[in-house]
């Protein structure tokens, strides 16, 4: 009977390790997967330089954020760069676009991706810091 609950546990630390690994790989994976379509929509010449990408993705949820910042942005550019992301990557993913329109505030924009739609998020003023 002890060799038995010897091999219990070490099955169970031994899964419970290549669970916790497993999850992780996913999140990875999703990870590199969402940068690479961000990467693919935003890699026009007038964007090179003046963006930063950062993609957070949970272990144990689905749910993904993909946060980009734009120096020098117009409203509309902001908007452009939101439905491009917004049309071609996966559900469900949160998009969040940040720029400084104007001089004295920073602006973002938020859309979540929903299956087959987006739905957009009020923005949030910020002052801008200097």
Excluded at 37 to 45: D, E, G, H, K, T
């Amino acid at each position: 009977m002890d060799g038995l609950a010897a091999v219990m546990v070490v099955m169970l630390t031994v899964g419970t390790l290549l669970g916790w690994m497993a999850l992780l790989n996913r999140r990875d994976r999703q990870k590199n997967g969402l940068l690479n379509a961000v990467f693919r929509q935003l890699s026009s010449p007038e964007l090179r330089g003046r963006i930063a990408v950062q993609v957070r993705s949970g272990v144990l949820s689905p749910r993904s954020l993909v946060a980009v910042d734009v120096l020098a942005a117009s409203e509309n550019e902001m908007w452009k760069i939101m439905a491009r992301l917004a049309e071609r990557l996966p559900y469900p993913v949160r998009i969040e676009v940040t720029g400084q329109v104007d001089p004295h505030f920073v602006t973002t924009m938020a859309v979540e991706t929903t299956r087959g739609q987006a739905r957009l998020l009020p923005s949030q003023p910020c002052a801008a810091s200097d």
